[in-house]
C-alpha cells in the first residue's frame, strides 16, 4: 500500500480504481475517518409569527402606488414614478428643479440644515400670498426674518397686498410648471392657502371646490415632495368638524363636514398625512374659525363679498342698504348662528409658529379660535356701536350647510406653539376693519386685482 504523503491521495497509484470511499482511504493511512461537515440549513420560508413581526410600512413601489391613485383619483398629473417611488427626471422640468430634486450641492444641503436646525432664515413659497390672509402671513414672515416667494393667480388676490420685500410668482398651484418657477428661487417651506374658501358656493359648485382645494393641493404636493421641500402648513377650515358634538370642539372630534367646501379640506387634510407617513415632508394643518378684523395695510375685499363683518361695513359705509341675516330659529341664545372670530393678524402669528414648530414634529393639528362664541346678531350690535349708523337687518332663510355655532378650543396651539390671540375685544377688531376700510374707499381701492 502506498504511503500517504501531504497532497496526495491513497488511491492514487497506477491502475487502481478511484472514488473509494472516505473511511476505506483513511483507514489506509491509519486514522480514522473524519465525520462530514455539518450540511447548512436553509433559511425557513415561512413567516414568523405575527407577534413577532415588527410593525411597518407597505414596501416603497406599494407607498407610492398609493399616492399616485390617490393623486389620480382626484384629477391629478402625477410625475412619472419608478418602482422605488421616485421621480424620474423629466425634459420639461427645468434643470435647476432636477438638480434640487437629487440634493442639490453642499453649499445648498449646509444652507438648508442651518435654516431648519439652526433656526436662521427660511425661505418660504406662500400660495395665495396676494388674497386676505395670505398677504398678512407673508407680511409676518417677512417681519419674523424669513424670505418669502408668493405664488397667486391674483383671480381673487390683489397685487398690492404682496409685501415689497417679497417675490411674486403670476400662475396656478394647479401648474407644476410655475410651481416649479416658484421654486427656482431655492425655497425649503410653503404654507398653502390658495384655494376656494366658501361655503356657500361649495354647496352650487362642489365639484369646483374638490378641484382647487383637494387636487390643487394634491398636485401642488407632487411638485415639492419631488424638489425636497420639507415643511408645508395648509390652511384649512373648522369646517371639517360639521355639526360639533361638543363645545369647544378639539381636535380629536369627530370630522363630518356639513358642505363642500370643510368635505374638501378634509380631504386635503388626509392626503397630507399620508404623504408625511410616506415621505420626508413635515406637515401642519391649521383649523382657524371665522378670519376677521384687518391691519393698517390688508383687510377683507372679496368679490364678492360674503363674510358678516365686512358686509355689515359696507352697509354702514352706504354701500349696501342692509344687511341680511340668513335664519334666526338656530338653537343658540338669539337664534342666530353662533361662530368663534380671530384676528387675521392672530392667523398670521399662529402660522409662522407652525412653520417653525415643525422642526421638530412630523405632523400636526391646530385649532385657531378666540375661544368665545359670538352671535350674528352680536357682530350688527358691535358694529353699529363702532361706527355710529344703524345698519338695517332684512331676514332670510338658513344657507345650507351652516352649523349652529362653532367655537374652537386653542388649548394645542397654546401648548404646542405657544400661541396666545392677542385681539379679544369684538369692537376692536371691528374697529381696525372699519379703519381699514374707509381708508380703502379714501384711497380709491377696488376689488379688482
Not at 482511504?25 to 415561512?46: D, E, L, Q, V
Not at 389620480?72 to 420639461?92: I, L, S
Not at 382645494?213 to 371639517?240: D, H, K, M, P, Y
Request: charged fraction near 25%; aromatic fraction near 4%; charge should be neutral.
Amino acid at each position: 500500500m502506498a504511503r500517504c504523503r501531504p497532497g496526495r491521495r491513497p488511491t492514487e497509484r497506477p491502475g487502481e480504481p478511484r472514488g473509494e470511499p472516505r473511511a476505506v482511504r483513511a483507514s489506509r493511512c491509519g486514522r480514522a475517518a473524519a465525520a462530514p461537515p455539518p450540511r447548512r440549513a436553509r433559511p425557513s420560508t415561512a413567516p414568523p409569527p405575527f407577534a413577532a413581526r415588527a410593525p411597518r410600512l407597505a414596501p416603497r413601489h406599494d407607498r407610492s402606488t398609493r399616492f399616485r391613485r390617490l393623486v389620480a383619483a382626484v384629477g391629478g398629473k402625477p410625475h412619472d414614478v419608478n418602482a422605488r417611488g421616485r421621480a424620474r427626471p423629466t425634459r420639461d422640468r427645468p434643470a435647476s428643479v432636477e438638480f434640487a430634486r437629487r440634493g442639490g450641492n453642499r453649499e445648498n444641503r449646509h444652507r438648508t440644515e442651518r435654516c431648519f436646525d439652526g433656526g436662521v432664515t427660511m425661505r418660504v413659497l406662500v400660495t395665495g400670498g396676494a388674497g386676505y390672509i395670505g398677504s398678512v402671513t407673508a407680511a409676518a414672515l417677512i417681519d419674523a426674518g424669513h424670505e418669502v416667494t408668493v405664488l397667486d393667480d391674483l383671480s381673487r388676490g390683489h397685487r398690492e397686498f404682496v409685501p415689497d420685500a417679497a417675490s411674486l410668482v403670476i400662475g396656478d398651484v394647479s401648474d407644476p410648471g410655475t410651481v416649479h418657477r416658484a421654486l427656482d428661487e431655492g425655497l425649503n417651506a410653503c404654507v398653502h392657502f390658495a384655494g376656494r374658501i366658501e361655503a356657500g358656493e361649495s354647496m352650487r359648485v362642489p365639484e369646483t371646490y374638490f378641484a382647487a382645494n383637494t387636487g390643487g393641493t394634491l398636485r401642488l404636493l407632487e411638485v415639492l415632495v419631488g424638489a425636497g421641500i420639507e415643511r408645508f402648513v395648509l390652511s384649512s377650515t373648522a369646517a371639517v368638524y360639521g355639526d360639533p358634538v361638543r363645545l369647544p370642539i378639539r381636535e380629536d372630534d369627530p370630522t363630518e363636514p356639513t358642505n363642500a367646501y370643510g368635505a374638501s379640506k378634509l380631504l386635503a387634510e388626509r392626503a397630507l398625512e399620508w404623504v408625511s407617513e410616506l415621505r420626508p415632508l413635515r406637515v401642519a394643518a391649521l383649523r382657524y374659525f371665522n378670519a376677521c378684523g384687518a391691519t393698517p395695510d390688508r383687510g377683507e375685499l372679496h368679490d364678492p363679498e360674503t363674510h358678516l363683518i365686512p358686509l355689515v361695513l359696507e352697509v354702514a359705509a352706504g354701500q349696501r342698504d342692509e344687511i341680511a341675516v340668513f335664519g334666526t330659529d338656530y338653537p343658540t341664545r338669539d337664534g342666530t348662528c353662533v361662530r368663534d372670530y380671530v384676528h387675521v393678524a392672530d392667523l398670521a402669528d399662529a402660522h409662522v409658529r407652525a412653520l417653525e414648530a415643525l422642526g421638530g414634529r412630523e405632523q400636526l393639528v391646530c385649532n385657531l379660535g378666540g375661544g368665545a362664541g359670538v352671535s350674528v346678531h352680536e357682530v350688527i350690535e358691535a358694529a353699529r356701536r363702532v361706527t355710529g349708523h344703524p345698519i338695517p337687518v332684512r331676514t332670510a332663510e338658513r344657507r345650507p350647510g351652516d352649523p349652529a355655532e362653532l367655537v374652537a378650543s386653542s388649548d394645542r396651539a397654546r401648548e404646542v406653539l405657544g400661541w396666545e390671540p392677542h385681539h379679544r375685544d369684538l369692537d376692536a377688531i371691528v374697529a381696525s376693519a372699519w379703519d381699514w376700510h374707509r381708508h380703502r374707499l379714501s384711497d380709491g381701492m377696488t376689488d379688482s386685482t
